[in-house]
């Protein structure tokens, strides 16, 4: 008899929504920043504050599931990065650094301080530049599913060919909903396929996806370019790895040579995993990183 599939609701206990309305039909609140363009973000809980940043393409709802959880344990934000979800996009062209700079404004806004950041893919390249913005407003760093470089570069074979990139960015150009299919479908392993949370991760993966065809080319552009490893050396802050040894876009390689080069940082590699391990293997990860949070 086949296994039940689970609904993303029924997954992460958000069937009564008195528990927690689903955030994304919340007035989210807005940071207006320097340049005037409007950050959007999701703030609740208490504690501490715990700061997730989302991936390529992807908004702040990614995180419904886990925020649900750790809402009585830490002040959760979960923001949208600049054109994503409903932020505003500016006038310039994506970059990580100005992901960076907008999250260090907000930050200093909201007047938060020992934030501790979990950023997953792309996210995780932009809390790596936030560190460097505001080391003294951090506490932590979690790094999910992350490298300090997409592409294969000298000395780094821990990560796509260039050329595997330049076809995603030239799909993305002449079918921008196509390329997000194709992405997304490389999210999940096929090992994964018999987990009772796939369907949940199914269904959170097709609802995510956001951005205008130009913020996910420019982002795209911003990933190509960005190679992080000449500062991971300067990582001062307590870091948490998570990845996936089955990951097919941020190799597993990557985040053992984060853990080499980030000194006392610990490694979280769940077998069997794609490259969404907090929706895949949500308990998991959630010990984890709580595990984590609750040791600084």
């Known amino acids: 008899m086949p296994r039940p599939r689970i609904t993303a609701r029924a997954a992460f206990g958000l069937m009564n929504p008195r528990i927690l309305e689903p955030f994304w039909l919340i007035d989210m609140p807005f940071c207006t920043l320097p340049d005037g363009s409007k950050l959007s973000y999701e703030s609740c809980g208490r504690g501490n504050p715990l700061l997730f940043i989302h991936g390529w393409s992807f908004n702040s709802t990614i995180w419904e599931g886990q925020m649900k959880y750790l809402k009585d344990q830490f002040q959760l934000i979960a923001v949208d990065l600049r054109g994503h979800g409903k932020s505003e996009k500016g006038e310039d062209r994506p970059s990580f650094q100005q992901f960076a700079s907008d999250l260090n404004y907000m930050i200093k806004q909201l007047e938060l301080n020992k934030v501790n950041v979990v950023g997953w893919s792309m996210g995780g390249s932009v809390a790596i530049r936030l560190f460097f913005l505001c080391p003294e407003r951090l506490q932590s760093l979690t790094l999910v599913s992350a490298t300090p470089s997409l592409i294969q570069r000298e000395g780094f074979p821990h990560a796509l060919p260039l050329a595997v990139v330049k076809r995603l960015k030239a799909q993305v ?116 990183l709580t595990r984590f949070l609750h040791s600084l």
Request: charged residues 25%; aromatic residues 6%.
């Open 173 to 288: 150009k002449r079918d921008h909903l196509k390329a997000l299919k194709a992405f997304r479908d490389l999210i999940l392993s096929p090992e994964e396929e018999g987990l009772d949370t796939i369907g949940a991760a199914k269904e959170i993966l097709s609802q995510g996806f956001a951005g205008s065809q130009k913020t996910s080319e420019g982002s795209l552009v911003a990933l190509m370019e960005e190679d992080l490893r000449e500062f991971l050396d300067g990582l001062s802050l307590p870091t948490l790895i998570v990845h996936g040894d089955k990951d097919r876009i941020c190799l597993p390689g990557a985040a053992v040579y984060l853990n080499e080069k980030v000194q006392g940082s610990k490694l979280l590699m769940l077998k069997e995993c794609g490259h969404a391990p907090f929706l895949t293997y949500p308990l998991q990860f959630r010990a984890g």
